[in-house]
């Protein structure tokens, strides 16, 4: 398969149409998102600061916003079109220079609980995006508070991942809060960054038998490695015949520590010589260990099922960002765009320390279960690290690593593509608990996944809090010293009192969120820091895993890293478990 460049079907000047065929990521996240398994819903809650702006968020200056946003990143205007050879994105100067009906939504609440009704209401009702809308907004305004509002921002995944995502949020708040436009690149010129991340790699420029040589060869191996992917096991949940043709119920549970906890947690893993992305899989193993050791003791595991569960190892698969493999020149870094793939990882079997033994009679429990150090020394922790740690750097080094990344996300995502869409959108199926649906053993989905998801580092170094962004921030449009992260806008001399202007705060980030649509029963686990605090959120299929599940593991996760690495370990002074 070829992946052409950006061709022109209508040339005269405000009516151009530019066209090309989706890559293979891009097909894969298009189909699934027909299945309502691939968009994003990202959720700003936003104050300004200055009594004279109210008018922020008024219509004028938001459209007007908006409107910028599209100009400079126009991929987030394309359409998809179904065409003989396969899907196509067709990008209309007349719809990026001009704003549509269903481009924008405002909306009047009266709290912040009710924008929290209203997201869980548009995430359990129809699609909100289409083959020709794969972008849209809501501006919710607070009845409540005059200088709060809200933003709602649902992107398909098909156009654009975290790093794509974190510069659309950026650029409109700035544009928001700003009292200038910069110049544009022109729209002839900047559809041609928007390149089909598999065409945008070091392989380009190789002949293309070798390129779709070197592309089977990472299929191939990805094959052989997704082939070694044998039982595993995950939270306790309601698995069901349906379950794989059935959309996900998506809901979303966040735990967030202190600034304190947080730089003493962040401290300890440099200390350590660990990341928090290997640290969060090994802590996630643990808290998954002390939930399903307290169901056990409880009776609510059958004794078949835990002696299953003991064998078995653990099976994750991580978001792996791709950019920096691509030409930065046309659409890498912080453009909208799609580069990423997955990694799989296998982790040992559970943690059970004292509980393998057999003799429940001498366990000391804590809460329920026995406690972490019962479970898994802090050497034992920092093995599990380094495991992971291991597992990275090999595939890190591998010389196929984007194909074989590339063709994970394209195996694992299958099972919520094209054809399962195609086959709702014929039967329209019934909901998840039809009479009738018969209930299955998690052990007959076979491989299953523990979690999905992996860290996505300091989010406040991508979205900071204040806008305008101050004439000095890397990513502001008005630093003179260029980046790869600020997309979307040519060099340019602002003038002094442009400069001037951008020194004064008017809009601050209270709180931000995404809200992904998951596949059927994806256990989503992300982790992140935002205004200096770390945060574990979970996204989750409610039909297959309750809230209360995710939310004990979630509870037992923060537990396990504040034991882990929220104090001081080895010959200094152990402190007991808090839970």
């Not at 690593?401 to 086959?423: E, N, P, Q």
């Not at 000095?472 to 602002?494: D, F, Q």
Request: a neutral charge.
């Amino acid at each position: 398969m070829t992946f052409g460049s950006w061709t022109s079907l209508d040339s005269t000047p405000g009516r151009r149409i530019f066209f090309r065929p989706l890559g293979i990521t891009e097909n894969t996240f298009y189909w699934s998102g027909l299945n309502n398994a691939a968009d994003t819903l990202m959720h700003i809650h936003l104050r300004t600061t200055q009594t004279n702006d109210q008018d922020i968020h008024s219509e004028s200056n938001v459209l007007r916003s908006w409107a910028s946003v599209k100009r400079r990143f126009p991929l987030i205007a394309a359409e998809v079109e179904e065409h003989e050879f396969g899907p196509r994105f067709v990008i209309r100067e007349e719809t990026v220079m001009n704003l549509r009906p269903d481009d924008v939504t405002f909306m009047e609440v009266n709290s912040f609980h009710h924008v929290e009704c209203l997201v869980k209401d548009m995430m359990d009702g129809p699609r909100l995006l289409s083959s020709q809308l794969l972008t849209r907004a809501y501006i919710l305004r607070r009845t409540d508070k005059s200088d709060h509002f809200h933003v709602l921002i649902v992107l398909a995944h098909c156009i654009t991942d975290a790093a794509g995502t974190s510069t659309v949020l950026r650029t409109f708040l700035d544009t928001l809060s700003s009292r200038i436009e910069p110049p544009y690149i022109p729209l002839g010129e900047r559809v041609h960054a928007y390149q089909a991340l598999e065409s945008n790699l070091g392989s380009k420029d190789l002949p293309l038998v070798k390129r779709r040589w070197i592309r089977a060869l990472g299929y191939a191996i990805s094959v052989a490695r997704m082939s070694r992917f044998k039982g595993g096991h995950t939270l306790p949940g309601d698995f069901r015949k349906s379950t794989p043709h059935t959309s996900a119920k998506n809901r979303n549970q966040v735990s967030v520590f202190s600034r304190a906890v947080s730089s003493t947690i962040l401290t300890n893993c440099r200390r350590h010589g660990i990341t928090m992305n290997s640290a969060y899989y090994a802590l996630s193993q643990v808290a998954l260990a002390r939930v399903l050791c307290r169901q056990y003791l409880r009776g609510q595991i059958s004794e078949e099922e835990w002696e299953y569960r003991k064998r078995q190892p653990m099976y994750v698969l991580g978001p792996l960002n791709l950019r920096p493999y691509q030409d930065n020149e046309t659409g890498g870094s912080g453009d909208v765009g799609l580069g990423v793939g997955i990694a799989p990882y296998v982790l040992p079997l559970m943690p059970l320390g004292e509980m393998s033994r057999g003799d429940l009679s001498r366990l000391e429990l804590v809460n329920g279960a026995p406690d972490f150090p019962a479970l898994m020394s802090f050497d034992r922790f920092l093995l599990r690290c380094a495991n992971v740690k291991t597992q990275v750097q090999k595939l890190l080094k591998h010389p196929r690593l984007v194909d074989i990344c590339t063709s994970t996300l394209r195996l694992y995502w299958s099972a919520f593509g094209k054809d399962v869409s195609l086959k709702r959108l014929k039967t329209r199926d019934s909901d998840h608990t039809e009479e009738g649906d018969e209930s299955v053993s998690f052990q007959s989905l076979n491989p299953i996944y523990t979690q999905v998801g992996a860290t996505l580092g300091d989010m406040d170094a991508l979205v900071p809090t204040d806008y305008p962004l101050p004439p000095e921030h890397y990513l502001s449009p008005l630093c003179s010293t260029p980046h790869a992260y600020r997309a979307g806008y040519p060099s340019w001399s602002p003038q002094a009192a442009a400069l001037e202007d951008a020194k004064t705060p008017r809009l601050h980030v209270e709180y931000w969120c995404p809200h992904p649509y998951t596949p059927p029963a994806e256990l989503y686990l992300g982790a992140s820091t935002t205004h200096q605090q770390l945060q574990y959120f979970s996204c989750y299929d409610e039909h297959v895993f309750s809230d209360k599940i995710v939310v004990e593991w979630l509870s037992e996760l923060k537990d396990a890293t504040l034991w882990y690495l929220g104090q001081p370990h080895g010959n200094e002074t152990l402190l007991q478990s808090k839970l």
